[in-house]
């Protein structure tokens, strides 16, 4: 018996958003592997595929009974005209949404003000913010009549302190705390939960697609120190969904033990 019940996983049905890399594709799998139903979805179908067969492979190992659905549902959250019609995408069996993990989200570039490309400035709010706010939408209706459901948004220590350099992806996240603040008051007379994760450094794709493929000055962000890998916050989030009805894990702050702020942290001097 482990110290921790992660019953309450079995036989849910989990919908995440960015779920073909990183840290949505952590989640999905661990979520297969207590059990769960995981409705995989992002951009890239044949990243999805793969996390969904490592999905498949993750639950048969846990021996477990109940979940072991995977299906994967190619969408464009930053696209308001393909959220519009995504209810009707998902297989009838697993319309039932128990836990919404919005983790869909970027950020490109490190321009100071002034040197902004408004281009990226509304692909990062369309995804990070917009996506997440009407993908929520669609399902927090569905919710309140089944009197159930927990919402987990993917906020970032970008969402708590502004940085120098990350002006939008900050406001991004930022917005994202403001939203999810007032989505758990609004739910306070009822059993949906609302978590906001927010990670400090995690070693995923983030990086490499921050700096356009450069995958050396992304290496350098990580660089003498250990970083968060994306199944540390895949725990957490799993963590918060498998809390007892009656607990709200509201913010889960997780920093990698040297980091302690967004702009300070200790790296080891090279030898
Ligand atoms: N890594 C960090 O240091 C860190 C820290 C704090 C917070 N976060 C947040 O954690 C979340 C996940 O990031 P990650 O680190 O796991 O990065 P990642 O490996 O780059 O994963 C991002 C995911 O988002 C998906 N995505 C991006 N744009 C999308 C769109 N328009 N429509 C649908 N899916 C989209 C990507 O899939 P496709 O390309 O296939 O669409 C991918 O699956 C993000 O919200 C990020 O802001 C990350």
Redesign the pocket.
């Known amino acids: 018996m482990t110290v921790f019940n992660a019953s309450r996983l079995l036989g849910k049905t989990v919908l995440i ?9 952590a989640t999905a799998v661990l979520f297969a592997k207590g059990g769960s139903n995981v409705i995989l ?4 179908a044949d ?2 595929q793969k996390v969904a067969d490592q999905c498949t492979a993750a639950h048969k190992e846990a021996g477990l009974q109940h979940g072991g659905k995977f299906v994967t549902i190619q ?5 308001r005209s393909q959220i519009n019609g995504f209810l009707e995408r998902i297989p009838v069996d697993l319309r039932e949404i128990d836990i919404l993990v919005n ?5 490109v570039g490190v321009d100071k003000v002034g040197d902004l490309s408004l281009d990226n400035m509304e692909g990062m709010f ?3 913010v917009f ?1 997440l706010i009407a993908l929520t939408q669609l399902f927090i209706k569905e919710f309140k009549k089944r009197k159930t459901g927990h919402v987990i948004n ?5 969402g708590r302190e502004a940085y120098a350099g990350g002006s939008i ?1 900050c406001a991004t ?1 930022h917005a994202v705390n403001a939203f999810t603040g007032s989505l758990m008051r609004e739910l306070v007379d009822t059993p949906i939960r609302v978590t906001e994760i ?10 490499v ?1 921050r700096f356009k493929g450069d995958q050396s000055a992304a290496d350098k962000v990580y660089e003498g120190l250990q ?2 890998m ?1 199944e540390d ?1 895949a725990e957490e989030i799993v963590w918060a969904a498998s809390r007892p009805p009656h607990v709200n894990l509201a913010e889960v702050f997780v920093l990698p033990v040297n980091q302690a702020s967004a702009t300070l942290n200790y790296r080891a001097p090279k030898l």
């Not at 979805?41 to 890239?44: L, P, V």
């Open positions: 958003t960015g779920a073909s890399s990183g840290i949505g594709a979805t992002a951009r890239r990243a999805l969408i464009d959250v930053s696209d983790n869909a989200g970027y950020v369309a995804t990070n996506g993917l906020g970032s220590i970008a992806y996240k927010q990670p400090g450094m995690v070693e995923t794709e983030f990086s697609i970083p968060l994306a916050i």
